[in-house]
């Protein structure tokens, strides 16, 4: 009984030190821990299979959102607006930014479900805090592969995704320019709008 | 797709571009699109045709081809475009390149049936993606305004310079016999197209504005194509990334300029 006790007390301690909190995953194996875990469920995933949104981002929400800085997102996103916004502004923008990208994103994963990933040789110096994984995906009939590259930056809490650059074009400054004539038009409120009202309107089109 | 219409559809095209950069009205937004008007008028007008003719062939052809003939189409046509992505590479001092490009069309065109089976990349030999555009982009030509051509699709100034080298150099445009020529470049333009379905869904339900999104997406495309990938990454915060080393353009076939020119 206090053997049993000692072990679990040293269990407990081992798990606590700081040694282990340091170990953290490195960004390239969370990549690709993460990307296989979501293949795997939707090629077996019923619902999905038949091409439910919902219960795709359903998984997005659980097993890939955690990994992501969706402030840093938007911000890089909204480019230099971002710092007039107050902090209630953001919020709001980060949220339905968010929203639209866990939709495309999802949506993406379905389109995609059959093709193959393949993971670049990954090289990282000590003490890095931004790194590029670079993936590629390959797709049945078509003659070249689409590179994949995930930007990550170190935080408190792990390596968080802020960027994912699709064949060479960011999927998240690709919004610069119609986000700045959103707010042009209209606001931060405007675009927040905006946003919202898509979201909406793919929400009604989806399964 | 692009290399695909016949020489008097190049020389439209460079009309169009001529008239559209002298004769330029200014509309919003971004500094690389002075003619954003005469733009989205072309853009609207490529997207009625492949909403009306491109798209639906291409759909049936996805539905109807199974998918291993599919990649062979595609790769028959990849291997012909080897050879000048290999003359690219090695006019922009790439020999090495250049030497696997070579390499490719040698194999290919022999252990893999005419180009059907690409053998090559099964033996390690990286297909590239190149182009004239490109390569003046490499010679230090900087890119000038974005473009929307009829057909075509979304170009800059120089990626129109480029597309007509490219088209000059499509050996399936020198194919003497007519009618062979002529169904060469539209069974290409409808494998080209089919493998942008489903990236031309995707397009659909992200873009607030979907020609806004086509072209941040062409020009941040082509800086990485004229960087092979490794474009210079620029401050989030300071704006336009000014392209002096340049965005450039793409070769035939790239994924975000067929989905765009969808």
Same mark, same amino acid.
């Given at each position: ?73 938007? !911000? ?62 390959? /797709?049945?009939?078509?003659? /070249? ?63 | ?6 020489? /008097? ?40 045709? +492949? ?30 475009? +080897? ?47 190149? +182009?004239?555009? /490109? ?34 150099? +499509? ?14 470049? !539209? ?11 489903? !990236? ?23 800086? @990485? ?28 076939? @790239? ?8």
């Amino acid at each position: 009984m206090k053997l049993f006790a000692l072990m679990l007390a040293s269990v407990a301690s081992f798990l606590l030190s700081p040694g282990v909190q340091a170990q953290e995953t490195a960004p390239d194996v969370l990549v690709k821990n993460v990307t296989n875990e979501v293949l795997d469920i939707i090629r077996k995933d019923k619902d999905i299979k038949a091409g439910s949104t919902k219960r795709a981002i359903e998984l997005v929400d659980h097993k890939v959102l955690p990994h992501f800085n969706f402030s840093r997102m938007t !911000a890089l996103a909204v480019g230099r607006d971002w710092r007039q916004a107050t902090p209630e502004q953001q919020k709001a923008l980060t949220e339905a930014f968010k929203e639209l990208l866990v939709r495309t994103y999802s949506n993406a994963l379905i389109a995609y479900k059959n093709e193959t990933v393949d993971y670049r040789p990954f090289k990282m110096q000590a003490g890095e805090t931004d790194v590029t994984v670079r993936t590629q995906i390959h /797709q049945p009939g078509a003659k /070249q592969p689409i590179t994949l590259d995930y930007s990550l930056e170190k935080t408190a809490k792990g390596w968080k995704v802020y960027d994912v650059v699709v064949a060479g074009v960011s999927l998240v400054t690709n919004y610069r320019s119609s986000f700045a004539t959103e707010i042009r038009n209209g606001g931060i409120d405007g675009l927040v709008k905006t946003l919202q009202a898509k979201n909406k309107s793919l929400e009604a089109s989806a399964k | 797709m692009k290399t695909g219409l016949s020489r /008097q559809i190049s020389k439209l095209a460079i009309a169009v571009a001529a008239a559209g950069l002298l004769g330029g009205c200014a509309t919003s937004g971004n500094p690389k699109d002075p003619i954003e008007g005469f733009n989205r008028a072309m853009f609207g007008f490529n997207e009625g045709l +492949d909403k009306v003719i491109i798209k639906p062939v291409a759909t049936g052809y996805e539905a109807v081809l199974p998918s291993p003939l599919q990649t062979g189409v595609s790769n028959f046509f990849s291997n012909i475009a +080897d050879l000048m992505i290999g003359v690219n590479n090695l006019i922009q001092g790439k020999p090495a390149q250049a030497a696997s490009d070579a390499g490719r069309v040698l194999v290919n065109t022999t252990m893999g049936f005419l180009g059907i089976i690409d053998v090559a990349s099964t033996m390690g030999m990286e297909k590239h993606e190149e +182009d004239f555009g /490109q390569t003046f982009g490499r010679w230090g030509m900087g890119d000038g305004a974005y473009v929307v051509l009829p057909f075509f699709g979304p170009r800059t100034a120089r990626d129109t310079i480029g597309l007509v080298f490219d088209v000059a150099t +499509d050996p399936v445009s020198h194919i003497d016999h007519i009618p062979s020529r002529n169904t060469l470049l !539209a069974v290409r333009v409808i494998s080209d197209r089919a493998q942008f379905l489903k !990236a031309d869904k995707v397009i659909e339900e992200a873009a607030l504005d979907k020609y806004s999104y086509v072209r941040d997406a062409y020009l941040q495309r082509r800086q @990485s194509l004229i960087h092979d990938g490794n474009p210079p990454k620029f401050d989030p915060y300071s704006g336009s990334q000014d392209g002096k080393v340049s965005e450039a353009p793409q070769e035939g076939t @790239s994924a975000a300029q067929v989905a765009t020119r969808n």
